[in-house]
DNA sequence: TCACTAGTGCGAGAACAGTTGCATTAACAT
DNA sequence: ATGTTAATGCAACTGTTCTCGCACTAGTGA
């Protein structure tokens, strides 16, 4: 039989906030389990079993972090919505502490964080189709306009560029990525490839 | 002075090829320095001592995994080329066992492994760049196309969706981002901004 | 109020990562 | 060949991470 109440519940608060904690002050690298737990005045031991490594620890933040009212801007264009999408993306990924990249990081560490980060992001690109919804009643791009895609197009070259590759944020690149993917829309490169579409062959590679 | 010859060359081909091995049987997880340097038959300090860490193995990896003639393919058109590319990272992501994915897990781990990894990506870059070139002289995009941008929009949705997103391979996808890259190129969109150019301002986010 | 038990605290200890001092080996120059 | 010394082998040591068994605390339902 499950306990959610008192204790279980104030425990689970105290070592989420004292996770929050640590990573703000020390980053990624200094998170572990028993600073965590001292942090939190609770023994490791209760750490270990109930979210069983860092991991486990930061696909809770996580799932916690996923339950906010965020939003996209509507700033009343699909280029102005994109770029107001990558700014925050930009901003997120080079924030001081870097919480996102941490989360990021975590996630080539542990299989729980990874499938949090999954449904955090789906989450976020589910509340960003309205975007292209706009966009299509607008009549900005043709019907039948992909938002998935589209918006992975806008957004993709931003993480590649700055949580893969690590390099710093060039000037333009959100805006320019966003120009490029908001003038492809448009050209209707993202609408649905017509039934029996295969990819042209290649040629010998 | 410095011994580059006969047993300290022999030792970091051993070492270097129980990486790999270790890499390929049993993944990044159990990749460990003392299961290293007992697969090479070399004791754990002299690992320690040559490479630091685990990141420094791979980085050394890394940087020889560099020295290779790979060029792009030629198809004679910017889609065919643009395909054939990405062809091959979404080879390279979902190889099994996947090596590739361990080596850009390993890059959040250690800083020495996440330059050599983007030594690494900016040399493959730096050859594909004759893709754009080549693509110019057919009249196919206008001169003045930047070439790294053009790239990183055509690869970066798959580095985005298997890397980071951690999803399964979506058919069509290496396909619709290197269409996308292709028409938003042929429009002008990779042109150099004009002197001047800044972002629209999007309002209030 | 009182038994029941999920969840927690505690300490011992195993397992692993990483370091240090010293002896030994073998590449290089002469 | 022979001495020099960079590089390696070896063993003992430190410190951290993680596990396990048992006692105890505090929600929960009667």
Redesign the pocket.
């Known amino acids: 039989?499950?306990?959610?109440?008192?204790?279980?519940g104030?425990?689970?608060r105290q070592v989420l906030d004292a996770v929050r904690a640590e990573l703000v002050e020390h980053g990624y690298d200094a998170l572990?389990?028993?600073?965590v737990?001292t942090r939190a005045?609770?023994?490791?031991?209760?750490?270990?079993?109930?979210w069983?490594?860092?991991g486990g620890l930061l696909a809770d933040v996580f799932d916690t972090a996923g339950d906010d009212a965020w939003q996209p801007a509507d700033t009343g264009s699909l280029l102005g919505d994109l770029l107001a999408l990558n700014d925050q993306i930009l901003a997120a990924l080079t924030e001081r502490p870097p919480a996102t990249m941490a989360l990021i990081a975590a996630s080539f560490r542990s299989e729980d964080a990874a499938r949090a980060l999954g449904r955090f992001w789906e989450d976020r690109y589910a509340r960003c189709e309205p975007i292209v919804g706009r966009a299509v009643e607008r009549g900005e791009v043709p019907p039948g306009t992909l938002a998935r895609p589209l918006l992975i197009c806008a957004t993709a070259p931003l993480y590649h560029r700055l949580a893969l590759m690590r390099l710093p944020a060039e000037p333009g690149l959100a805006a320019m990525a966003a120009r490029t993917a908001a003038l492809a829309a448009s050209t209707g490169a993202f609408t649905a490839p017509e039934p029996g579409f295969t990819a042209p062959e290649p040629g010998d590679i």
């Open positions: 039989m499950s306990r959610p109440g008192g204790r279980t104030r425990i689970r572990s389990v028993d600073a737990a005045g609770v023994h490791r031991t209760t750490v270990y079993r109930r069983r490594d860092v």
